[in-house]
């Protein structure tokens, strides 16, 4: 397999849960905030499904896809994995209750 393809494949993947939500909030651009960190973390964001997808070998381009898909729940449950070991239910380094810009995009998965 073109492993230049799996990589691609895997991004397109895990871009595409943002992809749809960004489709179902079209009606409501208030809901939606650019900014150039959003759109840092997800390029970087879809380099991981990437780099998922090579890793964790795809056997088929449907599989890459399918990864690559997957990645926003594999970095959810980390993700909270590492606020229970921590002891808290936010970020470390957030000192009020509003959400912090990483918890936003984290919502957002």
């Known amino acids: 397999m073109n492993t230049a393809l799996v990589f691609v494949l895997g991004m397109i993947g895990a871009l595409a849960p943002e992809i749809v ?29 990437g780099t998922l997808a090579l890793v964790l070998p795809a056997t088929t381009y449907w599989g890459a896809l399918y990864v690559g898909v997957s990645t926003p729940v594999l970095v959810t449950s980390i993700a909270k994995k590492a606020r229970e070991a921590t002891g808290g239910g936010e970020l470390r380094g957030s000192s009020d209750r509003r959400y912090s810009t990483v918890d936003s995009f984290l919502q957002g998965l």
């Open 21 to 49: 939500r960004l489709y179902a909030i079209r009606h409501a651009p208030s809901r939606f905030r650019w900014s150039w960190f959003y759109t840092l973390v997800s390029l970087a964001f879809a380099a991981l499904g």
